[in-house]
């Protein structure tokens, strides 16, 4: 499964690791990636979502609602 946040949409970041003595190897920054369930009142259902520390705190403040009916728009499966 893909690393990326289903609502705010990021993903890892790619840069270089550097030693103490400056040698450079690469390496990844993975989000910071939960697995939620949500209910979704008007619809009656639970809703499962693979969102970021960040998503979560969008889902907070704009509520679930808001943000099923976005990724809906966007055409993302649910």
């Known amino acids: ?12 970041g790619y840069g270089k690791q550097v030693s103490h003595s400056h040698r450079r190897t ?30 979560i705190k969008t889902i907070d403040k704009r509520g679930i609602e808001a943000v099923v009916a976005e990724l809906k728009a966007k055409g993302v499966k649910l």
């Open 26 to 55: 690469s390496r990844r920054w993975e989000p910071n990636l939960q697995n939620r369930r949500y209910w979704l009142p008007g619809e009656n259902r639970w809703v499962r979502l693979r969102v970021s520390a960040q998503g």
């Open 1 to 12: 499964m893909s690393k990326v946040c289903q609502v705010t949409g990021s993903r890892p």
